[in-house]
Structure formats: structure tokens, C-alpha cells
């Protein structure tokens, strides 16, 4: 009987903000999806809509060396997404250890089970997707933009720990032969991110009436991609992508902090209240040890070899981030209560 599935796709940290949003479009698109998650503080505790025996979910942390083998053995995926992992830079800062284990140690075993499969499965055709963060480049100034050549210059634990995965997975296509493709992107927004990031925290202190915290003089810079822009390139580059390569995945835009903040005090003013400037809960604190002064990223070589571009502008991306998280407060505010939150 033939499969009615396209592919069977193992996606890693898929109760992520970022992953959510790949598998449901994954699943829109009729792959067979199975997701890994050790459902940690960040996930997204969600249902997703999916016919019968189209979605499977193990919770399993990857630093889990016999359950991730037996899990990849049993399905027999065509593609794997690896995006497990600790992402939150001020909690590397403090808690360096959970990212050492997590984002190296848990992409080794990754790497060591698929190395397995493939050794037992000779024909059997596989990509190991492997998504980073511009992060790991460093920091730059002036009008340069970080290229799929540039050297590894991370400043924080996180960073630090992204790079050595990279280095990681590289090593496993020179070395074992590994259909590997690595991706680096630029900061993701949307609806469902974990309010300790820089959009939705400023979202929530704002319609709270809470000071809204910037770190130094507000004058970081970043590239900001909406994350199904962000979700289409990596399903793209599934297809087309080539074996062996780097791809940086970024956006058209690239703002300041304080930029972005009054732009979305700005967007809740005309929402909320004309009379009320959101704008004056902007507090600036100290800034945090480490803090890269700019990410921007060229994704020409994406563009050109399997023809993606982002179709989300920053003010189309903010308009909808912003609405969801006013439709969706009761969300916003039970994470808030949880936890002490900071942000990227």
C-alpha cells in the first residue's frame, strides 16, 4: 500500500516556538510528522490539528541516547529537523551548564543516532537539517553583514554553545559523511513566542501598564524575520537545499531595540488608546555582560540557489504579532505568572 504521506519528517524541540510553527506547516503540507520534545519551561503546551497517524509525539529530552535511537529506527524519517534547544542568552548567562548539556551533548547524541540508522540503512536517502542562530558569528558594525563564509566570533554561553553544535554536525558530514545542511537565522518573532523575548515581553509590559525594560542605551541592532518566512525557508532548503552547505535565513530590516520598542508602542496606541502613550514605560536598565552591539545577515546564497525571499514585512509581522497576543492575554498572562521573565 503506498504511503499517503510526501515524507516522514523527525522534527526535535517541536513544542518550541520556533518548531510549532514548522510542524503545523509541515503538517498542512501532508508529511508525516514526528515530534521530540522533553517539554521544558518555553513549550508550547498545544494541540496540533492532524489526521490520524499523521502526527506522533514522544516526550523525550535528546540528552536520551537509547530512546532517540530507538524513535529514529522506528520511523524511518527522510528529514530531520534538529531545533532542540536552550536558547535564552540571559539564562546562559546564569545558568551556562543546561546549554553545554543541551545544545552540544544533546546534538552529539543526535548526530551518533542518526550515524547509526544510516550505517544500517545504506540506501536509505536522509537530510539532517540543523538550525543555529546568527548568534554565533559575533558582533559587527558598520555596513557589514554576516555571509555563510564569515568566521565564529560567540560572546555569550548561548552562542558559545550553538557554535559548538555547528562545529559538531560539520565535522559528522567531513568526517562520517553526514547529509547534513546547517541554517543560521536571524531574530524570529510572531504569535506563541515565550514572552521573555525582546516583542512579546514588550507587548505584555505595555498593555500591563509595566515599565518596559531596554537593555544599555537601546541602540543594539538586530534582523528581525517573521517566523513563518523563517518555517517556509528551512522546509525550502529540505528540498533543495545542498548537502554539505550553510545557509543564513534573514529578513530585509534590520532596527535598533529602541527602534522596535516604540514601534510597537506606537502600533498598541492606534490599537488600544489614542490618548495613552505606551511609549512612556520605556525604562532603560543596565545592560547585560557580553551584549553584541549588531546581527545582520545576508541571505543572498538562499535566494538565489532555491529562489526564497521573505514575503512578511517588519510592520505586516508586528501587526499580527500584536493582535494575537491582545486576543490571546489569558495565555500571556498565566506564563508571565510562572516565571521571573527577561528578555534577548
Not at 509590559?205 to 541602540?219: F, Q, R, S, T, V
Not at 535565513?249 to 489614542?274: F, M, P, Y
Amino acid at each position: 500500500m503506498q504511503n499517503k504521506f510526501k515524507k516522514t519528517v523527525l522534527v526535535t524541540g517541536g513544542l518550541g516556538f520556533i518548531g510549532s510553527n514548522l510542524i503545523i506547516k509541515l503538517l498542512k503540507l501532508n508529511y508525516k510528522v514526528i515530534n521530540i520534545d522533553a517539554i521544558l519551561y518555553p513549550s508550547i503546551k498545544k494541540k496540533f490539528l492532524h489526521e490520524k497517524n499523521q502526527y506522533v509525539f514522544h516526550k523525550v529530552n535528546i540528552k536520551n541516547y537509547k530512546k532517540i535511537k530507538k524513535i529514529i529506527f522506528e520511523n524511518n524519517p527522510s528529514i530531520i529537523f534538529h531545533l532542540a534547544a536552550e536558547s535564552h542568552v540571559d539564562r546562559s548567562i546564569s545558568n551556562p551548564s543546561q546549554f553545554i548539556q543541551s545544545n552540544i551533548l544533546g546534538t552529539y547524541n543526535l548526530l551518533e543516532c542518526t550515524r547509526e540508522f544510516l550505517k544500517k540503512n545504506k540506501s536509505h536517502f536522509l537530510k539532517f537539517i540543523h538550525i543555529s542562530t546568527d548568534e554565533v558569528y559575533g558582533s559587527i558594525s558598520g555596513d557589514y553583514k554576516f555571509k555563510e563564509s564569515s568566521k565564529y566570533f560567540p560572546n555569550s554561553p548561548y552562542s558559545a554553545s550553538k557554535a559548538s553544535s555547528d562545529h559538531l554536525v560539520y565535522a559528522w558530514h567531513k568526517t562520517f559523511n553526514m547529509p547534513i545542511i546547517i541554517t543560521h537565522c536571524a531574530n524570529n518573532y510572531g504569535p506563541y513566542q515565550f514572552p521573555e523575548k525582546l516583542i512579546p515581553l514588550t507587548i505584555n509590559k505595555a498593555i500591563n501598564l509595566k515599565k518596559i525594560p531596554i537593555y544599555g542605551n537601546g541602540k543594539n541592532i538586530r534582523n528581525w524575520i517573521y517566523v513563518e518566512d523563517h518555517v517556509d525557508a528551512l522546509i525550502a532548503l529540505s528540498n533543495k537545499g545542498v548537502i554539505g552547505n550553510t545557509y543564513n535565513i534573514g529578513a530585509e530590516k534590520i532596527l535598533t531595540n529602541i527602534q522596535l520598542v516604540k514601534k510597537i508602542c506606537a502600533l498598541l496606541d492606534n490599537k488600544i488608546s489614542n490618548k495613552y502613550k505606551y511609549k512612556k514605560l520605556i525604562k532603560f536598565v543596565k545592560d547585560r555582560p557580553g551584549h553584541d552591539f549588531k546581527y545582520d545577515i545576508d541571505s543572498t546564497k538562499i535566494k538565489k540557489e532555491i529562489n526564497w525571499s521573505p514575503n512578511i514585512s517588519i510592520d505586516k509581522g508586528l501587526d499580527i504579532t500584536i493582535n494575537w497576543y491582545l486576543n490571546n492575554q489569558k495565555w500571556l498572562d498565566k506564563i508571565s505568572k510562572k516565571l521571573k521573565l527577561n528578555y534577548k
